[in-house]
Nanobody, 123 residues
Framework: QVQLVESGGGLAQAGGSLRLSCAASGLTFTTYAMAWFRQAPGKERAFVAA????????YYTDSVKGRFTISRDNAKKTVYLQMNSLKPEDTAVYYC????????????????WGQGTQVTVSS
């Protein structure tokens, strides 16, 4: 049974930092691309960042480029999202997602999802 468990969310001030973690189990981690999506109140879930199985290829949505960094530790079966220079508009529930082989920005391409972790950024 595949499980993705996010942690690291919380409250931060604008300009601050948070690091999200997503621990995976029940899958061969090195054959999965991983991604982070987020859903703000009243909005659809949207792509944030993705990483291929080696960690050598990453994608970001424009609004987080230069502020967020996605990375992974295959030995720990964990993917991270380092979020710096946080803005109030980053407030959302952040979800970890996994799909086999090819990295993608599309929500519909991902097969497995975590339960989400809340990130709130105050101004």
């Amino acid at each position: 049974q595949v499980q993705l468990v996010e942690s690291g969310g919380g409250l931060a001030q604008a300009g601050g930092s948070l690091r999200l973690s997503c621990a995976a189990s029940g899958l061969t981690f090195t054959t999965y691309a991983m991604a982070w999506f987020r859903q703000a109140p009243g909005k659809e879930r949207a792509f944030v960042a993705a990483i291929n199985w080696t960690g050598g290829t990453t994608y970001y949505t424009d609004s987080v480029k230069g502020r967020f960094t996605i990375s992974r530790d295959n030995a720990k079966k964990t993917v991270y999202l380092q979020m710096n220079s946080l803005k109030p508009e980053d407030t959302a529930v952040y979800y970890c997602a996994a799909r086999r082989i090819a990295v993608s920005r599309l929500l519909s391409d991902y097969n497995y999802w975590g339960q989400g972790t809340q990130v709130t950024v105050s101004s």
